[in-house]
Nanobody, 119 residues
Framework: VQLQASGGGLVQAGGSLKLSCAAS????????MGWYRQAPGKQRELVAS???????NYVHSMKGRFTISRDNAKNSVYLEMDSLKPEDTAVYYCNADVMINKNYEFNYWGQGTQVTVSS
């Protein structure tokens, strides 16, 4: 199973970006999906997560600015980021709990996509 993230880039403060992540490979079903980020010199942290049924969870500081969504038919998860701030600068990673058959679930990470917000 591979997760391919895309959509990062350089944006001015106050701007918007949309990240995408598509899973491929031997997939029976994908349960929780999420986005994490890691800024230079800091630990990786959760940004938002979404269950298969669509219920969402956001870190407080992102709520209202970021929107996570998913398309189960495309095995994909998205992160729309608005009102970006310089402190949002980080490498963003997608994450997914993937069932490869009806008995086994594994956790996978995407390769990361850089988001840089200039002031």
């Amino acid at each position: 199973v591979q997760l391919q993230a895309s959509g990062g880039g350089l944006v001015q403060a106050g701007g918007s970006l949309k990240l995408s992540c598509a899973a491929s490979g031997s997939i029976f079903r994908i349960n929780d999906m999420g986005w994490y980020r890691q800024a230079p010199g800091k630990q990786r942290e959760l940004v938002a997560s979404i269950a298969r049924g669509g219920s969402t969870n956001y870190v407080h500081s992102m709520k209202g600015r970021f929107t996570i969504s998913r398309d189960n038919a495309k095995n994909s998860v998205y992160l729309e980021m608005d009102s970006l701030k310089p402190e949002d600068t980080a490498v963003y990673y997608c994450n997914a709990d993937v069932m490869i058959n009806k008995n086994y679930e594994f956790n996978y990470w995407g390769q990361g996509t850089q988001v840089t917000v200039s002031s």
